[in-house]
């Protein structure tokens, strides 16, 4: 259950058969093994400890940046189809063989419709984490994200290793966004990506719940503050056009004129926030890959992974120097 032992247990070729068998299996071994988890975790968590590497921060130990694999790193609201969008890139990365790597940092994630060839519950489990250390949910997700983070260069290093093989690493991140997004953990990992491969972070929206013009603008200055702090290419995937096309949102950010008018009708103090934060994020909105993608039946993939490639471009012209 340690991590060196959990990252020998890696697939390489991610199928959803396998991941299905994979999971069954997971979860009948985990009824059987309920009585030796306790010992178990308290095994992984000795084994656990900080090493110091030997150039010492995790994920530095790289000293060849290289051009791929290209990390997606998926953020956004819980809900907002994160997981149900990394497994239409799966699949469409399986179906035109794009060679793609997947990892699940959501440890509180019961079942993945994908099969991840590198996955936190693999190592850790995130409710004995949370008895062990009294923690409440939140806590314990936290909690067992930093766990796996203390070893996250031997995570790079794998990825270093298979580097030549893999187009794609798709990352998919726990349900509350802060947890990875405001947390020290997230930033380590996102920096030690960034500072070895060209690295793309993917802010999934929900398209029908934005229609409101308040929720469009406190989503919007969440994918700002993430670009802000990750200083990393963004590109918004505006998901579930299934249910609601996402015309209305390019609108509004091509034309704030035109945004102001949806909320023209309203007079209170919100709506002339809302007004003058239109203008601000008119600079945000101009620097960024929008597209409009379904994860359920998977419209605009191939023009968001047209987005990615762009972004990537942009990683390697642009961002790489800016690096701390
Ligand atoms: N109609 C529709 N529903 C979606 C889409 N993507 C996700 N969902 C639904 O949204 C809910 C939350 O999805 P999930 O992937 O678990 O969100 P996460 O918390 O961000 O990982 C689930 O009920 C999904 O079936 C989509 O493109 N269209
Ligand atoms: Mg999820």
């Known amino acids: ?9 890696l697939n390489s070729k991610p199928t959803e058969e396998s991941g299905h068998t994979q999971m069954e299996s997971e979860e009948s071994s985990a009824l059987k093994a309920n009585d030796k988890e306790k010992e178990e975790i308290t095994e992984s968590m000795d084994k656990l400890h900080i090493e110091e590497s030997s150039s010492g921060l995790a994920g530095s130990s790289s000293i060849n940046f290289k051009r791929k694999p290209v990390i997606i790193i998926v953020v956004g609201m819980a809900g907002s189809g994160k997981t149900t969008f990394m497994h239409r890139l799966v699949c469409h990365t399986q179906s035109r063989n794009i060679r793609g790597y997947v990892m699940n940092l959501d440890p509180a994630v019961m079942t993945l419709p994908f099969a991840a060839n590198i996955d936190i519950r693999d190592t850790i489990r995130y409710k004995e984490v949370m008895k062990q250390f009294n923690l409440g949910p939140n806590g ?8 796996f983070t203390t070893k996250f260069d031997e995570v790079i ?9 893999l187009d794609y690493v798709l990352v998919d991140t726990p349900g509350q966004i802060e947890i990875f997004t405001w947390s020290a953990s997230g930033a ?19 398209t029908p719940r934005s229609a409101n013009p308040m929720t469009f603008m406190s989503n919007m200055l969440y994918a700002c503050s ?13 998901n ?3 249910v609601a096309q996402h015309e209305f949102a390019l609108e509004w950010m091509q034309d704030f004129e035109v945004f102001q008018a949806a909320i023209s ?9 809302t007004n003058s934060l239109s203008l601000a994020l008119d600079e945000f909105y101009k620097n960024l890959k929008s597209v409009g993608v379904s994860s359920v039946s998977g419209a605009g993939i191939e023009a968001y992974f047209k987005a990615v490639e762009e972004s990537a471009q942009e990683f390697m012209e642009t961002y790489k120097y800016c690096l701390p």
Not at 1 to 9: A, E, H, P, Q, T
Not at 265 to 273: A, G, K
Request: proline share 3%; charged share 20%; no cysteine.
């Open 226 to 238: 993430i670009l802000y702090k990750t200083r990393l290419p963004l590109v918004l995937a505006f």
């Open 188 to 206: 380590i990992i996102t920096e030690a990506f960034a500072s070895t491969f060209p690295t793309v972070v993917t802010y999934v929206v929900d």
């Open 265 to 273: 009708s309203d007079h209170s103090y919100t709506s002339t926030l």
């Open 240 to 242: 579930k056009t299934d």
């Open 140 to 147: 314990g997700i936290l909690t067992s994200l930093n766990l």
């Open 157 to 165: 290093s794998l990825i270093e290793r298979r580097a030549d093989h």
């Open 1 to 9: 259950m340690d991590i060196d032992s959990g990252l020998k247990i």
